[in-house]
């Protein structure tokens, strides 16, 4: 049975967000094409415009893509396009300090370099304001930003930092291996953070070249998505990008091709670590080539859970805990990579053997006919779910930009709704052979096989006329305030015990998310059962007695629906996401999971032995074993007690004491629906699903009273630990107290805020310090949180950076501790990160995510919208003085707990 999405013709759509004729584009402005609601503009200096209304979003994005990436570097010059990112965001003449902008605003702003690309982007709450603004900062920094030797001795630490951060992953290293060792000449075989050696000596003249060759207007694509008027928008775009000249000399494009491989290849990479990974690459097509649909499914055939070739082969024989897949469609020929992983004891040789042998088979076993529908229809909805985002187009919108065409988004689905077996077999047969292989040893062949990789087809061959589907139902747009929201709030609690809220509103493609958790036991029902009850939550998808694991997800596939289980101690969550005419059959489908779960032994001996491989690879991970021994430190409880911390080994341990039998006798005693909370928010029916989820889950009773476990504050003696993590290039420094306030303490409000200042932003003391002035750490924050109606408040602050940097990174943090601490905060300085907090909490209540996790908070603890009212109203009043004595009065310097983990012995030689 197929369902067809509600739609609206692109003259509606027109017509709800301001149409734009030819005879009212600014002038030297004309108008191209137009798919699915975007439209394309272009300015008479070469700036390409993307806009893509959505009337239903609270919030609008904008981002910049520059078609220059670590693809367009020259030798001696790696990691050159990421830096220039680096110095770019710094800010332009007429904003000079863009983060602290961004931070004011509530804006979520970030920038990224890839292979073929660099872009910059900031989201923030819709209003004309703030729109033009950001087009403001973006058109000043195109030809002005400060590319200053200066600035770039402030960034050379946090990128070593941000370069160190990457060291500490075998699995992602071994991937930059496998790529150097497939591309011998072409740039897409370097890493685009680039070599150290490069990136410490280059001088500022060649970053300045960089910049003045590739930042132009006719080398730029402009997205801007969400809520905005597009007439306003695009006059705002003509006014400050229109001036800018294009590139003075034709921007160079780069020539390299990489040869056809000759011969399998093979690199082996030994360093300390607790799992072991096997990656096998194939050289595929461009993004642009229509055989990146079939690579796709067939790397889904070979690896998608649970029904994959290689994870029947290799997880549920158990010879590995996980297997994996990736077809990165770039601008030119690009690789498809398999991978898995395994713990030291299984056999790398053997998985090595497996899946050579069943790549290798696919020439004469072919993926059949159901292998290829059945990858083909998750594709696809994954692709329709992705497009259902405004907010995701945008960013999609410059990735295919940048492999040659935005409309490649729209184009890339089609192929994959029209993959065919014999297409997937075929470019099986073609590309996955031996010699195009990097993994194995060379092996001498009177006739070798040849890949031979087809050039990129012509752009405009391919896009020409194209027209896409219709228009997807666009939605509705809401007032995000909390009062607006209240008001459209259904609030009830089911005789069952359910506390429920619902939501209803129309969605871009009609989409709804739901969220049903569940409460269950007690202290003492739950001592010792930690693992049990984790793994119960985790199983619960992965069969019921009526379907196996297979069939919940083609069912989830022919629903357009995703699901997920997780559980916690004392607790499951159940989250759900479909489209309104299919939420019915997927709360029924859910009931199914939760009431009627198999648990099967070997989804349990799986998930095992994933979870033990999982608890192995925290064993060396600074990040990990910090953050836990912080956490222990406020909480100094016996293993057996629900609510321990426990450390990698003895989470091992318990979960190697858990039979499959004890899940189920542990899930018979608890499970039921008499406490928890059921939250809904998209386009539904709340009358009809308020009938439907008691019939469903009404009478589910829980065999015995649930009482939550306590939490409160402890006294902890203040420590300073040091944790030795060896051969990891990046270190870990955590620091903490906790402080007995809960979030109704009169106190909350300015320590909240406190918080936000100290670290909560890319504008706050914190970051400006550790990173911007010092240069020491790629990503300090801090924050002060909060448990409601508990006492158990606790400041955290934390960094990563290189091992000899970490006491500098203590210094610097206890050094603005005591400054604020002794001197406060400025008036200015409070009134800046106030307007930017309630923003940010604005740009939050539009995304209906952060709305389902609000309302299931408020539903258990029997609040509404006006305790968020009421917060945001109270931080709106706060002076400098209050914030600064709510810090002084609960903050104690000499009683902060430090832990830093890292090779803290290599760092001293």
Same mark, same amino acid.
């Not at 960089?210 to 402009?222: S, T």
């Not at 968020?868 to 707990?897: M, N, P, Y």
């Given at each position: 049975?197929?369902?067809?999405l509600?739609?609206v013709s692109?003259v ?7 149409s734009?004729?030819a005879q009212?584009l600014p002038a030297g402005?004309t108008r191209?094409?137009?798919?699915e609601?975007v439209?394309e503009y272009?300015?008479q200096?070469?700036?390409?415009v993307?806009?893509?209304p ?6 609008t ?7 220059a990436g ?6 001696g010059?790696?990691g ?13 003449p007429r ?5 602290a902008e ?16 660099t872009?910059?982007y900031?989201?923030?709450?819709a209003s ?5 603004w950001?087009i403001?900062l ?7 930003a400060p590319i200053k ?5 402030s ?7 941000e370069?160190?951060?990457?060291e500490n ?5 071994l991937?930059q ?6 591309y011998?000449?072409?740039?897409? /075989?370097? =890493?685009t953070? @680039?070599? +150290?050696?490069?990136?410490?000596? !280059?001088?500022?003249? %060649? $970053?300045?070249a ?6 132009h ?11 905005l008027?597009?007439?306003r ?10 001036p800018?000249?294009r ?11 990489e040869?056809t491989?000759d ?7 030994r360093?300390v ?6 990656h096998?690459?194939y050289?595929?097509?461009a993004?642009s080539?229509p ?6 499914v067939?790397?889904d055939?070979?690896t998608?859970?649970?029904n994959?070739?290689l994870?029947?082969a290799l997880v549920?024989t ?5 297997? /994996?897949? =990736?077809a990165? @469609?770039? +601008?030119e020929?690009s690789?498809a !990579?398999?991978?898995a %992983? $395994?713990?030291k ?10 899946i ?10 072919p ?7 059945r ?16 907010s ?6 410059g990735?295919?930009a940048?492999?040659g065409d935005w409309?490649?988004?729209f184009?890339?689905?089609?192929w ?7 297409e997937?077999?075929?470019v099986?047969?073609?590309y996955?052979?031996?010699s195009n ?11 070798p096989l ?15 006329n ?5 228009? !997807?139902?666009a939605g ?9 929201l209240?008001?459209r709030?259904?609030?009830?609690k089911w005789?069952?015990?359910l506390?429920?809220?619902?939501l209803?509103?129309q ?5 709804v998310?739901?969220?049903l958790t ?7 029902q ?6 049990t ?5 985790t199983?619960l998808?992965?069969?019921?007695v009526?379907?196996?694991?297979q069939q ?15 559980g916690?101690v004392?607790s ?8 309104r005419?299919?939420?019915?059959a997927?709360?029924?489908l859910a009931?199914?999971?939760l009431?009627?779960?198999?648990f099967a032994?070997?989804e ?17 991970d ?6 836990l021994?912080?956490q222990?430190?406020f ?6 007690n629900?609510?321990a ?6 989470a ?23 406490n928890?909370?059921?939250v ?11 009938q439907?989820g ?10 015995r009273?649930y ?9 902890a003696?203040?420590?300073?630990e040091?944790?030795?993590t060896?051969?990891?290039?990046n ?14 303490h ?8 406190a ?15 550790i ?8 990503g ?20 990563i ?6 006491p500098?990174?203590?210094?610097a943090f ?11 905060f400025a008036?200015?300085?409070v009134e800046r ?7 940010s909490?604005?740009?939050q ?16 603890y029997?609040r ?13 009043e ?17 009683q902060v707990s430090?832990f ?10």
């Amino acid at each position: 049975m197929r369902f067809t999405l509600r739609v609206v013709s692109m003259v509606a759509l027109l017509a709800c967000t301001g149409s734009l004729s030819a005879q009212t584009l600014p002038a030297g402005v004309t108008r191209g094409a137009s798919v699915e609601g975007v439209t394309e503009y272009r300015l008479q200096n070469g700036l390409r415009v993307l806009l893509f209304p959505d009337p239903a979003r609270a919030t609008t994005t904008v981002n910049i893509v520059y078609l220059a990436g670590s693809r367009h570097e020259d030798y001696g010059d790696t990691g050159i396009a990421h830096l220039v990112e680096h110095l770019v965001s710094y800010g332009s003449p007429r904003h000079p300090d863009a983060k602290a902008e961004q931070a004011a605003r509530g804006a979520q702003r970030n920038a990224s370099t890839s292979y073929d690309r660099t872009n910059y982007y900031e989201s923030f709450p819709a209003s004309d304001e703030n729109l033009a603004w950001a087009i403001d900062l973006e058109a000043d920094r195109m030809r002005g930003a400060p590319i200053k030797r200066e600035i770039l001795a402030s960034q050379m630490s946090v990128v070593r930092n941000e370069m160190e951060r990457g060291e500490n992953d075998p699995e992602r290293i071994l991937f930059q291996r496998l790529r150097s060792t497939a591309y011998l000449w072409h740039n897409y /075989g370097k =890493s685009t953070i @680039g070599t +150290r050696s490069d990136v410490e000596q !280059v001088p500022i003249e %060649r $970053l300045q070249a960089f910049y003045d060759r590739h930042y132009h207007p006719d080398n730029a694509v402009l997205i801007i998505a969400g809520k905005l008027d597009p007439a306003r928008t695009l006059g705002w775009v003509a006014e400050k990008f229109g001036p800018i000249p294009r590139s003075a000399q034709p921007i160079p494009a780069t020539y390299t091709v990489e040869p056809t491989q000759d011969g399998e290849r093979s690199i082996v990479l030994r360093r300390v670590g607790d799992v072991q990974a096997l990656h096998v690459g194939y050289h595929v097509p461009a993004g642009s080539h229509p055989d990146h649909g079939p690579v796709r499914v067939l790397m889904d055939v070979l690896t998608g859970s649970p029904n994959g070739r290689l994870f029947k082969a290799l997880v549920e024989t158990k010879q590995a805990t996980a297997v /994996g897949s =990736s077809a990165r @469609g770039l +601008r030119e020929a690009s690789y498809a !990579v398999v991978e898995a %992983r $395994l713990r030291k004891e299984q056999s790398l040789d053997g998985v090595r053997a497996t899946i050579l042998q069943t790549l290798d088979g696919l020439a004469t076993n072919p993926p059949t006919a159901e292998e290829v529908s059945r990858s083909r229809e998750k594709l696809v909805r994954q692709a329709e779910q992705a497009l259902a985002d405004s907010s995701a187009v945008g960013f999609a919108l410059g990735e295919a930009a940048a492999v040659g065409d935005w409309r490649l988004v729209f184009l890339q689905r089609d192929w994959l709704r029209s993959v065919t077996p014999a297409e997937v077999a075929r470019v099986a047969k073609t590309y996955f052979v031996p010699s195009n292989r990097t993994v194995a040893s060379f092996i001498p062949e009177t006739e070798p096989l040849r890949a031979e990789i087809p050039p990129a087809p012509a752009i405009e061959t391919l896009v020409a006329n194209y027209k896409g589907d219709d228009v !997807v139902a666009a939605g509705e747009a809401i007032d995000p305030s909390p009062a607006a929201l209240e008001a459209r709030i259904q609030r009830a609690k089911w005789p069952g015990g359910l506390n429920v809220a619902l939501l209803p509103k129309q969605t871009r493609g009609a989409v709804v998310r739901a969220e049903l958790t569940l409460r269950f036991g007690d202290p003492e029902q739950l001592r010792g059962k930690r693992a049990t009850s984790m793994a119960a939550g985790t199983l619960l998808i992965r069969g019921t007695v009526n379907r196996s694991r297979q069939q919940i997800a083609d069912e989830l596939t022919r629903l357009k629906a995703r699901m997920f289980t997780a559980g916690g101690v004392g607790s499951v969550t159940l989250t759900l996401e479909t489209v309104r005419a299919n939420l019915p059959a997927v709360l029924a489908l859910a009931a199914e999971v939760l009431r009627e779960p198999a648990f099967a032994s070997v989804e349990f001996e799986r998930y095992q032995q994933q979870q033990i491989a999982a608890y192995e690879a925290q064993r060396g991970d600074p990040q990990t074993l910090a953050g836990l021994q912080l956490q222990r430190h406020f909480r100094p409880l016996p293993a057996d007690n629900p609510r321990a911390v426990l450390l990698p080994d003895e989470a091992i341990a318990g979960l190697r004491a858990v039979t499959v039998e004890d899940v189920k006798t542990f899930w018979r005693e608890v499970a039921g629906a008499s406490n928890g909370e059921f939250v809904v928010v998209g386009d539904f029916d709340a009358a009809a699903v308020q009938q439907l989820g008691q019939q469903l889950f009404g009478s589910w009773k829980s065999p015995r009273p649930y009482r939550s476990l306590p939490r409160e504050a402890v006294k902890a003696e203040p420590v300073n630990e040091l944790i030795l993590t060896p051969d990891k290039a990046n270190a870990y420094f955590t620091a903490g107290l906790q402080i007995a306030v809960t979030d109704a303490h009169a106190d909350y409000p300015a320590l909240a805020l406190a918080g936000y200042m100290l670290g909560g932003h890319s504008a706050s003391r914190l970051y400006l310090r550790i990173r911007g002035k010092d240069g020491l750490s790629y990503g300090p924050s801090a924050s002060f949180t909060v448990a409601p109606r508990e006492r158990l408040g606790t400041f955290t602050a934390s960094a990563i950076a290189n091992p000899p940097n970490i006491p500098k990174v203590e210094l610097a943090f206890r050094e603005e501790m005591e400054r604020v601490l002794k001197d406060g905060f400025a008036a200015d300085e409070v009134e800046r990160a106030r307007n930017g907090w309630l923003q940010s909490r604005q740009l939050q209540r539009s995304r209906d995510e952060t709305l389902l996790s609000t309302l299931q908070s408020q539903a258990r603890y029997g609040r509404t919208m006006q305790f968020i009212a009421d917060l945001d109203r109270k931080v709106g009043e706060l002076t400098a003085a209050q914030v600064t004595e709510a810090l002084r009065r609960h903050f104690d310097l000499a009683q902060v707990s430090v832990f830093k983990a890292g090779d803290f012995k290599k760092g001293a030689e």
